[in-house]
């Protein structure tokens, strides 16, 4: 049976289990069991101090009414950092490499956003589609471009990050292949491939946190 380096981003499957569900599983065992002291360990405080810590940094440029949204953000944000450097140990699945998924998420949350604003600042809002000082003859093509680029801003920043982590895994896939490929023919040029790789890895690591 001939694989391609595509099916890298197929969901392995073990006893009709996908094993992306089963590495999801491993960070909820590191949430401590219910005592009568919220941080008993060294990892339930390195995991507060993580919460907060994104939690502070999505919040500082909100007021207090947009508070409300620290639950779901700080979820979203804890979910995707999980999935994409659990997405890069061996025989693994990275969902958000799925252009799918990235818009089922990216789509109700711009849609939220969108109506939040317009619900509660309309003028502050449709003043984006106009920029100020904007010359009488070209308003009606600023407001269409504008226009435009609101509505497919979910779908360009799905593509994008679709794209970036696809790109990433192919060349981990390429560059690991030649690694093992050159080892038995010239160590020398493997050795150096396995350094690029390493660095590739490390920037893979930051992509997917960022």
């Known amino acids: 049976m001939n694989l391609s380096f595509f099916d890298q981003f197929m969901s392995p499957h073990l006893l009709g289990i996908p094993l992306i569900l089963i590495s999801l599983l491993f960070p909820a065992l590191l949430f401590p069991s219910p005592r009568s002291r919220w941080v008993t360990n060294r990892v339930s405080t390195l995991q507060s101090w993580f919460i907060y810590m994104i939690t502070k940094q ?9 508070h409300k949204w620290a639950l779901i953000l700080s979820s979203l944000m804890i979910f995707l950092l999980s999935i994409n450097l659990l997405g890069l140990l061996p025989y693994t699945f990275t969902p ?33 589609l106009l920029p100020e000082g904007t010359p ?25 990050l679709t794209a970036n982590l696809t790109a990433g895994h192919l060349l981990i896939q390429l560059i690991s292949t030649a690694t093992v490929t050159l080892f038995s023919i010239m160590p020398a040029i493997s050795a150096l491939t396995a350094c690029v790789l390493l660095l590739l890895t490390i920037l893979e690591v930051a992509v997917a946190m960022i």
């Open 96 to 128: 958000t490499t799925q252009l799918s998924m990235n818009l089922a998420l990216a789509f109700p949350l711009w849609l939220a956003t969108l109506l939040t604003g317009l619900r509660n600042q309309p003028s502050a809002s449709l003043g984006h």
């Open 58 to 66: 999505l919040m500082i440029p909100l007021d207090k009414k947009g």
């Open 136 to 160: 009488t003859p070209l308003i009606p093509a600023l407001i269409m471009i504008e226009t435009t680029s609101l509505l497919i801003r979910p779908l360009a920043l799905g593509v994008r």
